[in-house]
Each structure stands twice: as structure tokens, then as C-alpha cells.
């Protein structure tokens, strides 16, 4: 397949776990695109984020079309390139809307921690103790639930493998996960997985 030929803009961070589930379909789609390397994501000068006023990345930026939030980036991707769905983005089974919501929420969490240290808060007050806790349980249900990544790498994988590398990469906390590991090193044998592993 040739590259494809679009006007697409992602502003990101090469590191932004968000960002990457949707280079991944980016790479996987071979959808011609400019990445747009945001700076440092603690910084609040909201120009920087392409307008987003959340002061996040991604945005995504496809003509006239602006659009924030990597899950609906996702699902704008597919209606419009690939509708046919290979990867699962637009199914709304209760189990992976599940799945899709622990993932996020760990990443989530992983974020708060990561900026509050970098930004110099102590990370040992009980909301922060708090927010570690959510990642320790929340890899806990991702691993008695890893039944449900199953099949062709679809994207409820592309959100493990993400949040996956961005933990081994920022060393937050021990993965010791032996089904979800498995899974992870499936999947990071893919040539668009592999693109855009954090360095
Ligand atoms: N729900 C958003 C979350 C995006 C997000 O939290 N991105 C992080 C980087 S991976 C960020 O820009 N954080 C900046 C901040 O929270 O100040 C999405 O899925 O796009």
C-alpha cells in the first residue's frame, strides 16, 4: 500500500502514550502525516497545544477539521479512512469499553504523577499515594481480565501497549504481569507497533 495522501497534523510529544494509540493507527493506515512535537506537556502556554484549552495532546488537525482527545481521534480516523473497522475502535461491547476505560485510567493516572513530579510537588501526599494505587490495581484487573486481548492486535492492544512502554520507559512502577508481558511482546513485534516505541 502507498502512503496515503492526507493534509494530517498530529501535535503530540514523541513520548505521550495518548498520542501514540493514534500514531499507531497513523503507521498501521499508512495515512501520510506531519507529527508536530508540542514541548514540554507541563507547560501551560495553550497556543502550544494547537488550541486544545485542556492543554493536552493530542490534537489532531485533518483540513478544516479539528479534533481533540485520542479516543475520538481514533474513532474520526476510522469513520473517515477506514470504515470498515479492521481494528475495533468503533465497538461498543460493555467488556472493552471496560478494558478501554482501566487502560486510560491508569494512563491517566501515570500523567499525574509523572507532572506533579516534574513540576516539583510531593508526590507522597494521599492523593498522590492514591493515584499510585489506581495503577498498582488497576494493571491487577488488566491481568486477570487478559483473556479479553485475544486475537488480531486490534485497538484495545494498541492502548496496552502503549500504556505498557510509557511504564517501562518512566520505571513508575514493577510490571511484573506475566499475561499482559505476553501480550505486549506479540505485539511489539509489528513494524507500525514498533514505530513509535518511546526512546
Ligand atoms: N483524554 C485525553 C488525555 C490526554 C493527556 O492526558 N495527554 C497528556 C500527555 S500523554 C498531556 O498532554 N498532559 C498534559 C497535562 O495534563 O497537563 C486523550 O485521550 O487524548
Redesign the pocket.
Known amino acids: 500500500m502507498t502512503a496515503h495522501e492526507t493534509s494530517l497534523k498530529l501535535y503530540c510529544?514523541p513520548r505521550?502514550?495518548?498520542?501514540r494509540k493514534v500514531r499507531i493507527l497513523l503507521d498501521a493506515w499508512k495515512l501520510g502525516h506531519e507529527l508536530v512535537d508540542i514541548g514540554n506537556?507541563?507547560d501551560d502556554a495553550s497556543k502550544e497545544f494547537a488550541g486544545n484549552p485542556l492543554?493536552?495532546?493530542?490534537t489532531l488537525v485533518d483540513g478544516d477539521i479539528w479534533l481533540?482527545?485520542?479516543?475520538h481521534i481514533a474513532q474520526y480516523l476510522t469513520l473517515t479512512y477506514h470504515p470498515g473497522d479492521p481494528f475495533n475502535v468503533l465497538l461498543k461491547k460493555p467488556e472493552l469499553l471496560n478494558l478501554r476505560a482501566v487502560m486510560?485510567g491508569i494512563?491517566?493516572a501515570e500523567?499525574e504523577l509523572l507532572?506533579a513530579k516534574r513540576t516539583g510537588t510531593d508526590i507522597s501526599q494521599p492523593r498522590y499515594q492514591k493515584l499510585q494505587k489506581t495503577i498498582a490495581q488497576g494493571l491487577d484487573w488488566l491481568e486477570q481480565n487478559a483473556g479479553l486481548f485475544a486475537g488480531p492486535p486490534d485497538y484495545q492492544d494498541f492502548h496496552l501497549v502503549c500504556l505498557w512502554d510509557h511504564l517501562a520507559f518512566y520505571k513508575l512502577v514493577k510490571l511484573s504481569y506475566r499475561h499482559l508481558a505476553a501480550r505486549v511482546t506479540e505485539l511489539s513485534s509489528l513494524p507500525y507497533v514498533k514505530a513509535s516505541r518511546p526512546a
Open positions: 510529544t505521550s502514550h495518548f498520542s506537556v507541563a492543554m493536552k495532546v493530542p481533540i482527545d485520542s479516543d486510560n494512563m491517566a500523567v507532572l
